[in-house]
């Protein structure tokens, strides 16, 4: 199951690498800028649809726009589909905690010439930190533990592929296929693989709570 944790780590790493910065910056734009614009609800929209769109889907929609074009299974598409499953969560977790943030810091930074962009950056985004980071980290775990998406565009390999790029593997993929081998030894470790899995997942949510706590904590 090596192989299968390294890959894991990869592909999630990679895959929250690049949408949680996104999300952050979508919501910023839609609690602080774009409000109730065209192009805000068209975001939200958006995130709503993908929230509720099974993770098959995804991982059809990526194996069409990214394997099918490019004639490669690989992490990095592994990562885009976990990425698309991470996103959306992140859009909707954000802005409702940047909604939390009492609308008297903004007006008091304002009032001592701050512009939106910083009043952004030092006020409203250290108040709404600890929400921001375990809806973060609730959505990495979600991803961890997909299954579906992975097997159409990252493959199932043997052996530890530690990048980007090439097939990759994940414990999720790696039980799906154990578990449906009528032999012991192969159901032995589709039980191995996800109770590693159970225990990853538990780390990522017990390690938002402990972030939440003390952002908490700090704004105190």
């Known amino acids: 199951m090596y192989p299968a944790i390294v890959g894991t780590f990869v592909m999630t790493g990679g895959a929250a690498?690049?949408?949680i910065p996104l999300g952050v910056l979508a919501a910023i734009y839609l609690n602080e800028y774009?409000?109730?614009?065209?192009?805000?609800?068209f975001?939200?929209?958006m995130a709503d649809v993908m929230t509720g769109v099974p993770s098959i889907v995804m991982g059809l929609f990526i194996y069409t726009a990214w394997?099918?074009?490019?004639h490669k299974l690989s992490g990095f598409a592994g990562a885009l589909a976990l990425g698309c499953l991470i996103l959306p969560i992140v859009i909707r977790t954000t802005e409702e905690m940047l909604k939390l943030v009492p609308a008297e810091l903004r007006q008091a930074s304002a009032a001592?010439?701050?512009?939106?962009?910083?009043?952004?950056?030092?006020?409203?985004?250290?108040?709404?930190?600890s929400g921001i980071v375990s809806g973060a980290m609730l959505a990495v775990a979600r991803a961890a533990g997909e299954t579906a998406p992975l097997i159409f565009v990252a493959g199932i390999v043997f052996e530890k592929n530690a990048s980007l790029s090439g097939p990759n593997t994940a414990l999720s993929a790696q039980i799906f296929r154990n578990?449906?081998?009528?032999?012991?030894?192969a159901q032995a470790r589709a039980w191995g693989a996800a109770l590693t899995l159970v225990a990853i997942v538990f780390a990522f949510t017990l390690?938002?709570?402990?972030v939440s706590r003390r952002f908490s904590t700090s704004a105190r």
């Open 43 to 45: 975001i939200r929209f």
């Open 17 to 19: 690498a690049m949408a």
């Open 67 to 70: 394997v099918v074009r490019f």
């Open 112 to 129: 001592l010439g701050a512009r939106t962009w910083r009043t952004t950056l030092t006020v409203v985004l250290p108040a709404a930190l």
């Open 179 to 185: 578990a449906s081998q009528p032999f012991p030894g």
């Open 207 to 210: 390690l938002a709570r402990l």
């Open 34 to 41: 774009g409000k109730q614009d065209a192009l805000a609800r």
